[in-house]
């Protein structure tokens, strides 16, 4: 026979102390089920009964970034009873949130995958048992999470690109003098371009790059920082540079361009 | 002048200098890349000796790519000067 049966005979019989532990039991356990549940079974209504207003303790969660995606592991707080807690990940470029928050659907999956390529946002993070009571947002960590670059092995063999430049690439040079090359934009030497990438525009600075090897085709690209220079294009076509043109030192015309000339730029529009 | 040096370095496993000018005003860079390094033929890939980097002298090429950076933007920049338009930052994002 259960402890709780043998209550309940123990209470018909007349012990007061039983009853009263019996009836002690059965309160702690509407307790944990309304909580879980949404419900009052000793005091229900004809109308929809909310849930508990206590949301969960806090989750914690543990996020990568890699090629572009940042992945989130979240592990649910230890629960009494097992009950479905739903999470609410948002992100945003500044740590206090206030302005560029983008917000994933609320799911109760415990693994998600944000989708940002570039990015390096901070993450965000709280949960609920309902879905209109929440617990406080939590960073999932303290610095951003940079999701990366999606690389080249992650795209398909034809993948649609749009990537130009209004650079102009000029090489010079003859025998006996150190060859020039010039990297500049619409506005002529020693003035900026624009690198294009998709919709998005964004300034580069001018170069002058002296010494280069004479009298051979180079390739120029932007990893970011600085301009790196290349014999050949796949030399320049590492996944987190931009190509940005191609010229001779030895003053022949460097071809591919739209300017003529010795000058080139590189455009992969497919 | 406004241009001016803002930071260079020599970048040993490449046998680079590179050097970053700017101008503080605009946020407008330049950037110089100066091969030190040996070279090699492009048909057959022997190394041979840079015989040009001796001859270089880095204070001279940079007089040189300051002063043309000054000539090349000295008109726009009078233009702004003359009727006082606010100078926008180089958004280098």
Known sequence: MSDVRSLIESAVGGDKEDLRRLLLQFNDQFTLHNQVTGTNWVDPTSGVQKASTTPPPPATAVAAGANGTISLQITNPAQAAKATIYHEVSYSTVKNFSQNVTTLPVSPNNTVAIPAPGQAPFVRLRSSYDGATWNTHQLVQQTVVDAGLQSSAASSPAMVLNQSNYATVTGQGAPGEVPVIQVYGPNGPYSGYTAVKGTKQSSRPSATILNSNYQQSQFVAWDGKRFQIGTTLPQVLNDSWEPVGQALVNGAPGGGGTLGGNGSRLTAIV | ?93
């Not at chain 2, 040096?5 to 890349?33: C, M, N, S, W």
């Not at chain 2, 492009?42 to 001279?60: E, S």
């Open chain 2, 1 to 93: 002048m406004a241009w001016e040096l803002k930071q260079h370095d020599f970048d040993h496993t490449v046998g680079r200098h590179y050097a970053i000018l700017h101008d503080p005003a605009t946020g407008a860079e330049h950037h110089l890349v100066i091969f030190t390094s040996h070279s090699s033929c492009p048909t057959c890939g022997h190394v041979k000796r840079n015989d040009a980097t001796g001859a270089l002298d880095f204070k001279a090429i940079l007089k040189e790519e300051l002063a043309n950076l000054e000539k090349s933007h000295a008109q726009s920049t009078a233009y702004a000067r003359k009727f006082n338009i606010p100078v926008a930052k180089v958004d280098k994002k």
